[in-house]
C-alpha cells in the first residue's frame, strides 16, 4: 500500500549519522580562537542530526507497517524528546563531576557504540532479507 524505504535509505541514514560524528569530533580539535569555524561545524552537526530524528520519525511508523501512523510517530517523536532530556542532564552531571573534556569524549563514545550496534544490526537484517529473496527465487 505504502512504499516501504528500501535499506539503501538506512544505510545513508547511517553515513548522515557518521557526517555527523566527524563534525562533532572535528569541533574538538578546533582552536577556540576560530569561533567562524566551531559554529560552521555547530550547524553542519545541528543540521545531520535534526534531519535525522525527522526522518526517524516520518518513515519509521511506514517501515514498522502500523495501522496508525500518526501515534507511532509521535510516540517516537516524544521518545527523542525525552532521549534528550536525560541526555542533556547526563552530559551535565558529567561535565560537572569530570569536565567538558570528558564529558563530550563519553558522549561521542556511547553514539559511536550506538552506531556500531545498529550497523550491525542492520547489516544482519540485509544479509537476512537477500537470504529470503534467494530461497523466494527457489
Same mark, same amino acid.
Given at each position: 500500500?505504502?512504499?516501504?524505504?528500501?535499506?539503501?535509505?538506512?544505510?545513508?541514514?547511517?553515513? $548522515?549519522?557518521?557526517? /555527523?560524528?566527524? $563534525? /562533532?569530533?572535528?569541533?574538538?580539535?578546533?582552536?577556540?580562537?576560530?569561533?567562524?569555524?566551531?559554529?560552521?561545524?555547530?550547524?553542519?552537526?545541528?543540521?545531520?542530526?535534526?534531519?535525522?530524528?525527522?526522518?526517524?520519525? @516520518?518513515?519509521?511508523?511506514?517501515?514498522?507497517?502500523?495501522?496508525?501512523?500518526?501515534?507511532?510517530?509521535?510516540?517516537?517523536?516524544?521518545?527523542?524528546?525525552?532521549?534528550?532530556?536525560? @541526555? @542533556?542532564?547526563?552530559? +551535565?552531571?558529567? $561535565?560537572?563531576?569530570? /569536565?567538558?573534556?570528558? +564529558?563530550?569524549?563519553?558522549?561521542?563514545?556511547?553514539?559511536?557504540?550506538?552506531?556500531?550496534?545498529? $550497523?550491525?544490526?542492520?547489516?544482519?537484517?540485509?544479509?537476512?532479507?537477500?537470504?529470503?529473496?534467494?530461497?523466494?527465487?527457489?
Amino acid at each position: 500500500r505504502y512504499n516501504v524505504p528500501s535499506n539503501h535509505f538506512f544505510i545513508r541514514q547511517l553515513i $548522515a549519522i557518521c557526517v /555527523g560524528l566527524v $563534525a /562533532g569530533i572535528i569541533i574538538l580539535f578546533i582552536p577556540t580562537s576560530s569561533p567562524i569555524a566551531i559554529l560552521i561545524f555547530f550547524i553542519l552537526t545541528c543540521m545531520v542530526l535534526s534531519g535525522i530524528i525527522n526522518l526517524a520519525t @516520518s518513515v519509521m511508523p511506514i517501515t514498522l507497517k502500523v495501522k496508525n501512523y500518526g501515534l507511532v510517530g509521535a510516540l517516537v517523536n516524544g521518545s527523542c524528546f525525552i532521549g534528550s532530556a536525560i @541526555s @542533556s542532564y547526563g552530559m +551535565a552531571s558529567i $561535565a560537572t563531576s569530570y /569536565g567538558w573534556d570528558k +564529558a563530550i569524549f563519553a558522549v561521542i563514545a556511547i553514539l559511536f557504540i550506538v552506531f556500531l550496534v545498529v $550497523a550491525i544490526i542492520k547489516i544482519i537484517q540485509i544479509r537476512l532479507s537477500k537470504k529470503e529473496l534467494l530461497l523466494k527465487k527457489k
